[in-house]
């Protein structure tokens, strides 16, 4: 009789759970799909959902971030990014702090304004986060041929062998006179060293 009774509670269980689950999915599955569409995600905090994701922030390859329009686009994306720096820093968490300073970093960067990327990732508290900051702002700073804001940033990176990457991406983008005063000088090669 025992067995009977508690065999019963497992199949009203069962059933109650089955009935559960078809009603959380019931509004979501499309006629064409016999599984049913996941649930939605929670929107993410203000920070982060200002500006997309970069989907290649570990490999240090950054594509520049569009300006919103062509005359005051840079400096509105400018006033955007501090916006978003300032509440990043009222996060909590270290680690998500990390990634929005990370992110922002990339847009600033990719926005041409490298010094407010480099005083952003000075802000990133994880070290390899860091660096990897440090070496986006190279990056992109390379591409749009700044050279000043390149070795500022790759000065800055605290791993030699990153750091010894950066100098020599930056050294072989450099145009053959390096004779200049003013390639010389941001290179470190004055009298000839």
Partial sequence: MRIVIISLGVVIIAGLLAVAVQHEYSGTKTASSPVPAP??????????AALPSLSKTASGDLEPAQATSPAGGAAEKGREIVALYETARKISSAVERDKE??????????????????????????????????????HQAMTV?????????????????????????????????????????????ENGK
């Fill in 39 to 48: 649930k939605r995600q929670t929107a993410r905090a203000p920070v982060a």
């Fill in 101 to 138: 300073y990370a992110n922002l970093v990339g847009y600033a960067a990719g926005a041409g304004d490298f010094e407010l990327a480099i005083e952003i990732a000075d802000s990133i508290s994880a070290v390899g986060e860091r660096d990897n900051g440090y070496a986006k702002i190279v």
């Fill in 145 to 189: 041929g700044d050279l000043g804001a390149a070795d500022k940033a790759a000065e800055k990176i605290s791993s030699v062998i990153l750091r010894d990457e950066q100098f020599e991406k930056i050294a072989a983008s450099c145009p053959s006179n390096t004779t200049t005063a003013g390639t010389a000088a941001v290179l470190g090669l």
